[in-house]
């Protein structure tokens, strides 16, 4: 039955640089979610008629939120939702099915990387008929629509079982539940030398993914361990659990903690790897040897020619200002498109429907390519298996003849966390009206060449966003600084190092960006402003 319920803005529901993410309890007040949901329908005249997907990383909360969006879905006519087995899917899978279904929107319920649980975070993310993330101009709209909103619709029902794949009614909502993994699986066997891998695994390639108790673990084991015949048990921390058991789902250096150490231990593999919350990002590690994911991106271009959907040729690349410029030297030798655009993968939609580029990728453990419209974890694993498997090289090989030919971007990201909000939106004004007065200055032995905000100006809708200020330096060297969008719990200042060097590839990171890291706090005064003396996170 159809019940119109009488409900209060909620002011708080602005979507950041991937949808709405907030604390647990702040999702779980009275008619929240109910007031976003509506809202983003709302906002796009409507739902009658149409189809959708929907899932989560299977998070704390999920399982009731699903429950509750079905049933507001079902109240504003929708004609059909696809739903993963248990409420799972994970974000590239959402995309591979809303393409695949040509639905005309889906939901990814997700905060990604954060932690969950109930003290945890929770999140939203809303992907239109692109199959990409909505724009900021609709996700404006939606903002507007929750201050304003005084009602929902919502069809009054028991829950909906999930567990079982099939079709189903609620009201007049068909409601198909699948298994996303079977859509997701079919589209890497057609990207992927899946024969090539399966030999490399059966002339003995040792291999751990840590699916970080998250929601890879099934696709994880289905194509490394059933389909391509990685040993038994290669797949770690494979059932996605509520609370992540406990862990933060990010794969990186600090979070992917185990994971790290058994790489740099005697007995590691020949490759590791990680996924995060919702499965868009990735991290690969060779024995005793990390990749950034700046170079991962700028690997992955250069060695397009060995993977069977990439090798007839491919558009250009893009990367977000904040990834380091690795890969625009790659592109720059291949002759392809390059593009920086600011942070969100969002951005890089555009590009890829306009086929201006075919691969994309962030600092932020993310890269990806037009087969969807978002980053995809299990893609990037894929396609190191994929070069390693025609090469016969390791990781750290590869890695190492790259740098030879290209050079080496040194690059590191300072966190810092928990920054009341005012007075990081000070530091950030502040800074971005001394940048003209940088040039030429010098600070110890780094001198600025040029300093402004990132404006990116998409060639195809024509709408312009400013995200970071950056600082570059007469020897190639970058400091970017921006706020992070992702975040729960006050600001998050990111600053990010990067210093290029074409003759010696064996620098200790943290030590041959030392200098630059001092000078980047020294222009923008975060000691003195934040009594930070250090980064909370260095990634
Ligand atoms: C999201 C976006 C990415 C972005 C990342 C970090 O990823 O899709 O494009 O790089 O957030 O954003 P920020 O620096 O603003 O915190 P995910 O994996 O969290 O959905």
Redesign the pocket.
Known sequence: MLKIVQTKPYLDQKM???GIRKKSRIVMQENYIENFVQSIFNAIGGVAGQTFVLGGDGRFYNKIAIQKILKIAAANGMAKMIVGQNGYIS?PASSCVLLKNKAQGGLVLSA??NPGGIDGDFGI?YATASGG?CSTAISDKIYENTKNITSYKIWDAPDVDLSQIGVQKLGNMEIEVIDPVVDYVQMMEKIFDFAAIKKLFADGFTFVFDAMNAVTGPYAKKIFEEILGADEGSVINAVPLEDFGGLHPDPNLIYASSLVRLMYSPSAPDFGAAN?G?G??NMILGRSFFVTPSDNIAILTDNYRYIPAYKSGIYGVAK?AATSTAVGRVAAALGIGYYEVP????YFCNLMDSHRITFCG???F?AGSSHIRE?DGIWAVLFWLNIIAATGKSVEQITREHWLKYGRSYYVRHDYEGIDIEKANRLMADLEAKLPELAGKTFGSFTVSKAEPFVYNDPVDGSSTKNGLIVYFTDKSRIVY?L????TNGA?L?VYLERFDDKCFDEDVMQFLKELADVSRQIAEITERTAKEKPDVIT
């Open positions: 950041g640089t991937a974000t990604s990387h993310k993330q995060d919702d868009d990002r977000s942070t969100g993968w969002k962030e600092e932020s993310g980053k921006r992070s969008g992702t975040g998050t990111r």
